[in-house]
């Protein structure tokens, strides 16, 4: 049995205080700390929180020490239990690391618990011991000192003190744990308990609402996957983190960790699913599917994860791609948005990536490999050196579920259920996938979405598109998308460039990152539409840059004198064509 009591030791100094406790060490006991979390492809080295590690047996202190960044040993005694301590910065608000301040904490076992050497295989238990007076817990390992409730009676005074208990160690790591006072609500679908918690709302969030709808979600994908068979848990926790600005989320086998702005929550009294509201309902949706594709359905090369280096797939466009592609065609199909506003959403993510030059230099099964290194790692020169494998990979999913549609044989929620039939130990590989789109749809479109995803450059989706009746219409680019540009601006901080996209106009006037607009033909700007009103379109104009300091003046040419615009595809929005020829593939393909 491997032992960690976890404290709050100072919420204003945002330190958590860990002791782990090893019957029967060994010898020369090692033990290290994970450097990155399954779900977020990056080396995050979280050892570098921890401090003042110290070892005991009994009442000699041993020495700890240090091999690496992420490792450490201690030679023991032989006898008695071996007891190390040490603390943990945790002043990370995101999802992937450790929070703790006077009224909230977070944690991820990755960032607090060492995972001790030869014994990561055997139950690890937490006590969470002595928290702050009225804090809660929300997390979904077991807890073995809970109360008896009967179902829907009111919970009891959280205690101050509680433990949990994980079969091992890899089990502890996906279960992270939210601690503070927070508002809490539950609901069942599909015979399955769901508990939903929420940090930081504003008084008049709508709990009752985010609960129906997430039902809804929850019923929805246990149905796609299983029809009316049972999932592969038996509690399901969503633990929602509202801040001022924020997005995201973390799936884990049995629970997600989210955040999202406390504008984006529902209201009471006011109705409608606004775009806020939408996103966040996307968010959940997308977590909740990863419970299947990518926790339990994975790339074989994390069979088992090493989560002290970098583990490399292509596969990262099937796994966060098509669940990209299906968390907002569900929301679709359980009634929350409506055709119009998914086609909407839809169009965002195909412009994404037309506008995005990086689609010409890397293909999705690259930017997947390359995830460590790229996708959270952005600067300013992200959008010409990689593409997405969330968005693009939707577009392939897309392209893939109309491919099979066309041939009367299947689409891709078939695959994707084989897959979860079929996969050997959850073990999925490209040729599986391969395999199991020739089997159901056909050699030639297999072929066809190995090439997707292999070749670099545009994915053009809408000749697949006008076969089940949605076609585009040309929307007005903005003037910094014209020029090829990624601004911030306000009345205060003005126009700030913060990336120029290769081969545009922008980039050919000699815009670079870091400059600030500050006029168009001589008149002042702080928003660069406002330049719409005095700049002829497609002829030549000067732009007044700030650049270290001193200012310059650059030329953006005339369109047709340097290609300006050709490199800024122009913005489309889908829309359903009304010919009754298309509508029942359409109805069939959006599930009305």
Known sequence: MIHYRIEVADASAHQFKVTLTVADPAPEQAFSLPVWIPGSYMVREFSRHLSRIEARQGTQPRVVRQHAKDRWSVETLGRGALVITYFVYAFDASVRTAWLSDDRGFFNATSLCLAVDGRTAEPQRVELYRLPAGWDVATALPRLDAPARPRGAKPAAPARTQQFEATDYDELADHPFELGPFWRGEFTACGVDHEFVVAGAWPQFDGARLLADTRRICEEQIRFWHGDGAPPFKRYVFMLYATEDGYGGLEHRASTALIAARRDLPRQGVPGVNDGYATLLGLISHEYFHTWNVKRLKPAEFLPYDLTRENYTELLWFFEGFTSYYDDLLLLRTGLID?????????????????????HVQSVAEASFDAWIKYYRTDENTPNSTVSYYTKGSLVALRLDLALRATGKATLDDVMRTLWREAPGGAVTEASILGVVTRLGGKAVAAELQRWVHERGALDVLPALARVGVEPEVEALNLATELGLRVSEGPVTGVQVKSVLSGGAGALAGVSAGDEIIAVDGWRVRKLDDAQSWIRTGSAFELLV???????????????????????????????????ATRQRRAAWLGQ
């Open 546 to 580: 700030v650049r270290q300091q001193r200012v310059r003046t650059l030329q953006v040419p005339a369109r047709g004198d340097g290609a300006r615009g050709d490199a800024a595809p122009r913005s489309l929005k889908l829309v359903a064509n009304p010919n009754a």
């Open 339 to 359: 055709a119009p506003r998914y086609l909407k959403m839809l169009g965002r993510a195909m412009n994404g990536v037309r506008q995005s030059p990086g689609q």
